[in-house]
């Protein structure tokens, strides 16, 4: 394959990317979001006892729905193409990420609905959307752009969806500041006292009014439609029958992987001690450990094999009407598997870290509303730089060795930022900006990595599943903060200790391969 650029148009390559770079904008939005209402949105519905436990609860379920849309939307996006399943994740979790705000207890009938459990499935749904978002997005913009531009690429994704983080970082700030006009506008639309009240109080910080501003993004769906073109690599993929080889079938096992996922959540955030007497609980404890750790286990099997068998499904297909060069489900296995725990590596490290660092700042400034959007802001902006010069490493470095680095500097980084004795000021803000830019490093690498080890056939579905699968690892270890807060003694130590998943990327990047220098393959 020539360092060419596909036949598709320039105005189409850069429409193609304006798309792309709005839609992981939105998503880092979204993403930035509810970190930095959770603690208020948390204290309305489940007050302040249950309050880490459920902050553990709501980044699950983000996670797992983000790693079941990877595998969903990537599926469809190497079925009926990259655009058109492009539009229809963007608007999944537009759309459904607004109703948050609308969440509440609910009483119909004798059936009793927490508003803490409504959060939690609309976030699950709406995280299907964003997970394909990744997975489509990061396919299209590698078959339709040459292949010398690929470093820089990858860096501009992971720094859009660090812009978004910060953009609502900045917003979020704004309406903490801004109540009372926001309270005052609201009236004068005609809006009634209890209803304004609803939205916008001292003690809910205006986190409904946040979740709303989610759907937003929806708009972005009409530019997709009108103005991005297919990829041609894919197109030519359907003209040779590839795509007829996915079978719509075939996601039922997924659904199931879903719903074991869902389970293992569960199976941590149910406190089943509740149901013994204070003479039992003791006796029964070790018992409810075990059962949730053969649970997990078992789980993440089921997750695992429910999420791994559309692709493997697809290829014996495709092998079976002719062998093809890349279609051997053996080593695609293996590869996506490595590629899962790359992933998961950088998703564990960075959902049980430093996205915990805005909560964490709330409670070292307790005069300081915008805390959490101060250190969300400074996080970010590291962020924005980090992706950049982390892709711009692995063009010019080689992919293994400088994912190597970026695990050594995100455990030290940690280390040093999470220390129990931190208070909230300018010093915090620095080091909340260096952990941010070091530990999300890695979401400029992945783009750039991760579409180099599928084929055109099954890149969406194989780079979406070895991305987002990570967010099921990433979702147990979150599960783990409230045990490892009670046995390390406070949430920084957690953070600190969770942060030896660095050693597992150590290992395993030397079992992949180094693409450095090759074509994207086809």
Not at 236 to 257: I, M, Q, Y
Request: charged fraction near 10%; proline fraction near 4%.
């Amino acid at each position: 394959m020539n360092d060419t650029a596909p036949r598709t148009s320039n105005f189409g390559k850069w429409m193609a990317l304006t798309a792309a770079l709005l839609g992981w904008l939105f998503d880092g939005l979204e993403m930035g979001l509810f970190p930095l209402v959770q603690r208020s949105a948390l204290k309305e519905l489940v007050g302040d006892e249950q309050l880490t436990l459920w902050m553990g609860i709501m980044t699950s379920f983000f996670l797992v729905g983000a790693a079941t849309g990877g595998v969903l939307f990537g599926w469809l996006g190497d079925r009926i193409g990259r655009v058109r399943s492009m539009m229809l994740s963007v608007l999944t979790y537009a759309l459904v990420s607004g109703l948050c705000g609308f969440a509440a207890d609910l009483h119909i009938g004798a059936v009793f609905i927490p508003g803490s459990w409504q959060i939690g499935i609309l976030r699950f749904i709406a995280a299907l959307g964003m997970g394909g978002e990744w997975s489509l997005g990061v396919a299209l913009i590698n078959e339709i752009w040459p292949d010398r531009s690929r470093a820089f690429l990858a860096g501009l994704i992971g720094a859009a969806a660090n812009v978004g983080y910060l953009i609502i970082g900045v917003v979020g700030s704004t309406v903490q500041q801004q109540l009372q006009a926001i309270r005052h506008a609201l009236l004068a639309l005609n809006l009634s006292q209890e209803w304004v009240d609803h939205l916008i109080s001292e003690q809910n910080q205006g986190w409904r009014v946040l979740m709303m501003l989610g759907a937003v993004p929806a708009l972005l769906t009409f530019f997709i439609r009108v103005f991005v073109p297919e990829s041609e690599k894919w197109e030519r993929e359907r003209g040779k029958g590839a795509t007829s080889h996915w079978a719509t079938r075939d996601l039922l096992s997924v659904l199931g992987g879903a719903i074991a996922a869902c389970l293992i959540i569960v199976l941590w955030a149910v406190q089943f001690e509740l149901y013994f007497d204070t003479d039992a609980r003791a006796a029964m404890a070790p018992w409810i450990l075990t059962m949730r750790i053969v649970g997990s286990l078992a789980g993440f099997a089921i997750v695992t094999w429910g999420y791994t068998y559309p692709v493997l499904c697809y290829l014996k297909r495709a092998h079976a009407s002719g062998p093809v060069a890349g279609h051997d489900w053996k080593p695609a296995l293996k590869r996506m598997l490595l590629a899962a725990t790359l992933s998961g590596v950088a998703l564990l490290g960075t959902w049980g870290t430093i996205q915990q660092a805005p909560a964490w700042s709330t409670t070292l400034a307790h005069t300081e509303p915008t805390a959490a959007a101060q250190t969300q802001i400074a996080a970010a902006f590291g962020a924005v730089i980090g992706t950049i010069i982390a892709a711009l490493l692995g063009g010019w470095l080689g992919r293994r060795i400088t994912y190597f680095f970026l695990c050594i500097a995100s455990f030290v980084i940690l280390q040093i930022f999470f220390q129990p004795s931190a208070a909230f000021g300018n010093y915090f803000l620095f080091l909340a900006f260096l952990t941010g830019g070091i530990s999300a490093s890695f979401y400029g690498w992945l783009p750039l990595y991760l579409p180099e080890l599928f084929p055109t056939a099954f890149r969406a579905t194989g780079q979406g599943f070895g991305f987002n699968f990570g967010r099921i690892i990433a979702a147990i270890g979150v599960l783990q903060l409230q045990n490892l807060r009670e046995a390390f003694g406070g949430l920084p130590q957690a953070c600190a200790a969770l942060s030896c998943i660095y050693v597992v990327g150590l290992i395993v990047i030397w079992f992949v391969p180094e693409t450095k220098g090759k074509p994207l393959p086809d």
